[in-house]
């Protein structure tokens, strides 16, 4: 079956980076979007940005200019780069692929401390 699996999570102070990385396998197709979602404590699930298979990048605006997508097409691998983290950017963070059905991961937590 398809798995998604996400790695680089964890604590870091305000104004620190973080990477984490996303790696899709199996019988998936041909993949039109990876992307990724976070989801705060007590909060819904939000959308944080994505790379399609036309290589156009979508941001949330609260990550845009601090955080960059980006895309291994040939290995079915995502990355997303975290900047200048806020404590507001806290929450698990789930990758997402996209290929006719959506597929998740099962999240990896990020934490910013002030």
């Known amino acids: 079956q398809v798995q998604v699996v996400e790695s680089g999570g964890g604590l870091v102070q305000a104004g620190g980076s973080l990477r984490l990385s996303c790696a899709v396998s199996g019988p998936i197709g041909s993949i039109a979007a990876m992307g990724w979602y976070r989801q705060a404590p007590g909060k819904q699930r939000e959308f944080v940005g994505r790379v399609t298979s036309g290589g156009a990048i979508k941001y949330a605006d609260s990550v845009k200019g601090r955080f960059t997508a980006s895309r291994d097409y040939a290995k079915d691998t995502a990355s997303l780069q975290m900047n200048s983290l806020k404590p507001e950017d806290t929450g698990v963070y789930y990758c997402?692929?996209?290929?006719?059905?959506?597929?998740w991961g099962q999240g990896t937590q990020v934490t910013v401390s002030s």
């Open positions: 997402h692929a996209y290929s006719g059905r959506d597929c």
